[in-house]
């Protein structure tokens, strides 16, 4: 039984940081390319940054240079660094594991940027 568990979300003022955690069981995590998406009322999923199997990395561009993502093997585990958070940040976020034709999203965690 494949779950992916997000956490780490919360009410945070503009300029604030947090980080996010994906903890995964059921698969084999080293052998899934993992992504954190982005869900807001009304609109399609849109994906915040992306971690593959050798770890490279890629970001959106509202991302750049404000998120980091990671992944720890050994953990099972993702994270998202956010900082600079800015209300238009405010979203659930999603985990997202792929391998070919196999993708596992967890429930996410909502993220409110607001005075």
């Known amino acids: 039984h494949v779950q992916l568990v997000e956490s780490g979300g919360g009410l945070v003022q503009p300029g604030g940081s947090l980080q996010l955690s994906c903890e995964v069981s059921?698969?084999?995590?080293?052998?899934?390319?993992l992504a954190w998406y982005v869900q807001c009322p009304g609109e399609e999923r849109g994906l915040v940054a992306s971690?593959?199997?050798?770890?490279?990395?890629d970001y959106a561009s509202s991302a750049k240079g404000r998120f980091t993502i990671s992944r720890n093997n050994r953990r099972s585990t993702m994270y998202l660094q956010m900082t600079d958070l800015k209300p238009e940040d405010t979203a659930v976020y999603l985990c997202?594991?792929?391998?070919?034709?196999?993708?596992?999203w967890g429930q996410g965690t909502q993220v409110t940027v607001a005075l």
């Open positions: 971690t593959s199997m050798a770890h490279e990395t």
């Open positions: 059921g698969l084999t995590f080293s052998g899934y390319n």
């Open positions: 997202h594991a792929r391998r070919g034709s196999r993708a596992f």
